[in-house]
């Protein structure tokens, strides 16, 4: 079964940048389309975007310009760069698969805090 490992989050102030990482393992990430989800406090979980599995650069807009993904297919890794980050951006991270499947395997996240 697929794992998927999050890092990079911390507390950043508003109008930083961080950038995220998801270490995939278990399938091969070229192969399908990865997204970034997040859970904000009190809320439901999110799909942001999605990282294509053929678009060879791996990088697609999202949040209104502020993020973007990528990927390395060497290292069976999906990244979130996320700039001018704003307090509404303060979340729980996670990446998993576009669609989700059934009964999908998550992370335990990377916590992303905006605040000054």
């Known amino acids: 079964q697929e794992q998927f490992v999050e890092s990079g989050g911390g507390l950043v102030q508003p109008g930083g940048s961080l950038t995220l990482s998801c270490a995939v393992s278990g399938i091969f990430i070229r192969h399908v389309d990865i997204g970034w989800y997040r859970q904000a406090p009190g809320a439901e979980r999110i799909l942001l975007e999605s990282?294509?599995?053929?678009?060879?650069?791996g990088f697609m807009d999202v949040t209104k310009g502020r993020f973007t993904t990528s990927r390395d297919n060497t290292k069976n890794t999906v990244y979130l760069r996320m700039n001018g980050l704003v307090p509404d951006d303060t979340a729980v991270y996670y990446c998993n698969r576009v669609p989700l499947p059934t009964n999908p395997a998550w992370g335990l996240g990377t916590h992303v805090t905006v605040s000054s």
């Open positions: 990282s294509a599995a053929g678009d060879p650069s």
